[in-house]
């Protein structure tokens, strides 16, 4: 495919669920975000891939979140025990190699949650 | 002291005039900055990226960056209805990791 493409595009779920959302990453890019968006704010980082390896976590929120990558490609994030509070819309990007600091980061559509 | 600001607005100019758009960054460190659109209800677009200090245009865009007083800024030219969107100002800070930090965005609407 052309682009990032994420799915499913929405979600809605009852507190308590747990859920699981994807990525498919731009082929060939071996780094790979996940980012989370509130109403109306700004992106939030979440986790950072290279590779299958995740060297920086730091923006889990708590550890009702994990990720994890296949090789160089899809991402799944999953979300156990589902609050309120993790409705958002969750991003996902991928860029070519992750090291230059100059590199573009390409963000897909999107999965907007909605926990009941 | 969030880590990179952004006015929310919304920022209102009449069709034509020139947009202005300002981001500060808290850590000194940062590297590389990036402006990106976001339309309601879609995902973020890189608009311009800028590394070094001074201006780097692309046709009706124009980045500025000053890291001594560690502000960023985009500028719309000719400012059109379909340049009403969100835009999101992004700092990489560098390190082991290459994750963004994102201001909140300002919303520009461009007035017919």
């Known amino acids: 495919g052309a682009g990032v493409s994420q799915s499913p595009s929405n979600k809605v779920t009852e507190k308590g669920k747990d859920v699981e959302l994807r990525c498919d990453p731009i082929?060939?890019?071996?780094?790979l975000y996940w980012y989370r968006q509130r109403l109306g704010q700004g992106l939030e980082f979440l986790i950072y891939?290279?590779?299958?390896?995740?060297?920086?976590k730091s923006g889990l929120p708590s550890d009702r979140f994990s990720a994890e990558r296949t090789g160089e490609s899809v991402s799944t994030l999953t979300i156990q025990r589902t609050q309120q509070e993790d409705s958002a819309v969750y991003l996902c990007?991928?860029?070519?190699?992750?090291?230059?600091?100059?590199?573009?980061?390409?963000f897909g559509p999107g999965t907007r949650l909605l926990v009941l | 002291q969030k880590e990179v600001e952004q006015n929310s607005g919304p920022l209102s100019v009449p069709e034509g005039a020139i947009a202005s758009l300002n981001c500060t960054y808290s850590d000194r460190g940062s590297q590389s900055f990036f402006w990106y659109r976001q339309y309601s209800g879609k995902s973020p677009e890189l608009i311009m990226s800028i590394y070094s200090n001074g201006d780097k245009e692309d046709g009706r865009f124009t980045a500025q960056l000053n890291k001594a007083s560690q502000y960023v800024s985009l500028l719309i030219r000719d400012s059109q209805p379909s340049d009403s969107a969100t835009y999101l100002c992004?700092?990489?800070?560098?390190?082991?990791?290459?994750?963004?930090?994102f201001g909140t965005g300002t919303l520009l609407a461009v007035q017919p």
């Open positions: 990007a991928s860029s070519l190699v992750g090291a230059a600091p100059q590199e573009t980061q390409y």
């Open positions: 992004a700092v990489r800070t560098g390190g082991a990791t290459n994750k963004l930090i």
């Open positions: 082929s060939g890019h071996t780094a």
């Open positions: 891939f290279q590779g299958n390896s995740a060297p920086d």
